[in-house]
């Protein structure tokens, strides 16, 4: 059952001085085939937006990761990004704001559960990032990506047990690579604390580079948590920030 848009843009932050456009991103191409009898324009649907969306991501997340970490190599924002962008990503940020819900769908995409598609809903999002930007500009779109995709928590298959897609392992690594430039020596890993029943715990690893840098983060696997708390350092070299600061990426015990 479709949600009304409008409660959409409370979720987002944003209002549509142009409500069609809106509509648009968030109609299926099945929706719009079922609506007209048959083909129609390209303007009737979501598609043409995904594409121009998924442009729009690319440059906005490739300019915030260049601001960010100005101290690091391309290859290791290449990686950072591969993720931010990965269906698996967008499809964690789409859930969190709950935009199957509002989707128009044909009938039989939404008997085949539609609204819950990996890949309908990141389509979705990148037009919905692709009609921010016609409706409001760069500047409306650059602070919905930061907000919504760049600072949100690193989507994975939690919920179908993998924890933790491929790309976002390579912290570690960029974290090694960042350490030998700077001449430092190589982060360390350590289980400090577990807790939980046996079935369902909770790790919480720390990470130290010499004397100066260290981070912790949780994660129902050990795995998951030492990449949360080598992202929380990366992230602070990155910055030069405060070095004894810790990591908040932990995952609460009944998550």
């Known amino acids: 059952m479709q949600v009304e848009p409008a409660s959409l843009e409370a979720r987002i932050n944003y209002r549509f001085s142009d409500p069609e456009l809106l509509h648009r991103a968030l109609t299926h191409s099945s929706a719009a085939y079922e609506a007209r009898g048959g083909p129609g324009s390209p303007q009737d649907d979501n598609e043409q937006l995904e594409?121009?969306?998924?442009?729009?991501?690319?440059?906005?997340?490739?300019?915030?990761?260049?601001?960010?970490?100005?101290?690091?190599?391309?290859?290791?924002?290449?990686?950072?990004?591969?993720?931010?962008?990965?269906?698996?990503?967008?499809?964690?940020?789409?859930?969190?704001?709950?935009?199957?819900?509002?989707?128009?769908?044909?009938r039989g995409e939404e008997k085949s559960g539609g609204r819950t598609r990996k890949t309908l809903l990141g389509d979705a999002l990148e037009a919905l990032i692709a009609a921010i930007y016609l409706d409001g500009g760069v500047e409306a779109v650059r602070s919905f990506v930061a907000a919504h995709i760049f600072d949100a928590p690193f989507s994975g298959d939690e919920d179908a047990g993998t924890d933790i897609q491929?790309?976002?392992?390579?912290?570690?690594?960029?974290?090694?690579?960042?350490?030998?430039?700077?001449?430092?020596?190589?982060?360390?890993?350590?289980?400090?604390?577990?807790?939980?029943?046996e079935h369902s715990k909770t790790f919480t690893v720390e990470v130290r580079i010499g004397k100066d840098w260290t981070g912790q983060a949780d994660g129902r696997t050990k795995k998951v948590a030492a990449q949360r708390a080598a992202r929380g350092v990366f992230e602070?070299?990155?910055?030069?920030?405060?070095?004894?600061?810790?990591?908040?990426?932990g995952v609460p015990p009944d998550s």
Not at 51 to 74: K, Q
Not at 174 to 191: G, H, I, K, N, S
């Open 51 to 106: 594409f121009l969306g998924d442009s729009i991501l690319g440059f906005l997340i490739s300019e915030a990761l260049v601001r960010r970490y100005p101290e690091s190599r391309e290859g290791d924002l290449s990686q950072i990004k591969a993720h931010l962008v990965s269906a698996a990503h967008l499809h964690g940020v789409a859930r969190r704001l709950d935009l199957g819900s509002y989707l128009e769908l044909g």
């Open 166 to 197: 491929p790309a976002i392992t390579n912290f570690k690594s960029a974290l090694q690579e960042l350490a030998t430039t700077r001449q430092l020596p190589a982060p360390r890993y350590t289980v400090v604390r577990e807790r939980g029943p």
């Open 236 to 249: 602070r070299m990155g910055q030069d920030a405060p070095p004894t600061a810790e990591a908040s990426a």
